[in-house]
């Protein structure tokens, strides 16, 4: 069962964040800025095995977090959450994210899941690696004009 997240929930998503993203983990007081701030939409899996956390504004909702943890993967987690955020953004014309270029897990789960590479920055993370920027359309795409890789 996916649900949105709690303060109740904040010791076990902060180990998990340590554990899953080491340097570039987010500690309590950033979780609790992600479950409470605005445009902020923050699920969990009921067991706490995955979290998924998006920002929208305007018509951009950025994917800021997927993660499951390491025992539970490759059974559809990560896409169950991604859907549950997808869910309500219709309005929307993309879904934005950074991943390294390294994470080859996150890269071939983002491709699987329709996201392409739109750009590159260079020395994004802590150990100066680069991010891919990687884009999924969303439905308002079309309606707004905005322009598509189809275009
Ligand atoms: C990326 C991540 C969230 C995927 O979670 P998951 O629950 O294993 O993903 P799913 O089971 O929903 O995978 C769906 C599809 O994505 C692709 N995929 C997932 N993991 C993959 C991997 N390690 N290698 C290649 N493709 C992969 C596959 O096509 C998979 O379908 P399949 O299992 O039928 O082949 C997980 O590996 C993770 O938590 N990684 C560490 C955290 C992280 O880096 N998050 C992203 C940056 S915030």
Redesign the pocket.
């Known amino acids: 069962m996916i649900r949105p997240a709690t303060l109740a929930d904040l010791p076990a998503l902060t180990a998990l964040e340590a554990e899953?993203f080491g340097p570039d983990a987010w500690n309590e007081v950033l979780l609790r800025q992600e479950i409470e701030g605005p445009g902020r939409r923050f699920v969990v899996t009921d067991d706490l095995a995955?979290y998924a956390v998006t920002m929208s504004a305007g018509d951009i909702v950025d994917l800021l977090?997927?993660?499951?943890r390491p025992d539970?993967?490759?059974?559809?987690?990560?896409?169950q959450l991604l859907d549950e955020v997808l869910v309500g953004t219709d309005d929307a014309s993309r879904m934005l994210l950074e991943?390294s270029v390294s994470?080859?897990?996150?890269l071939?789960?983002y491709v699987?899941?329709q996201f392409s590479v739109i750009d590159v920055r260079p020395h994004y993370y802590r150990d100066g690696s680069e991010a891919l920027v990687m884009c999924r359309w969303l439905p308002g795409a079309a309606r707004t004009g905005t322009a598509t890789p189809h275009d």
């Open positions: 899953l995955g977090r997927i993660a499951v539970a993967r490759r059974r559809g987690l990560a896409s991943v994470n080859a897990e996150a071939g789960f699987a899941r």
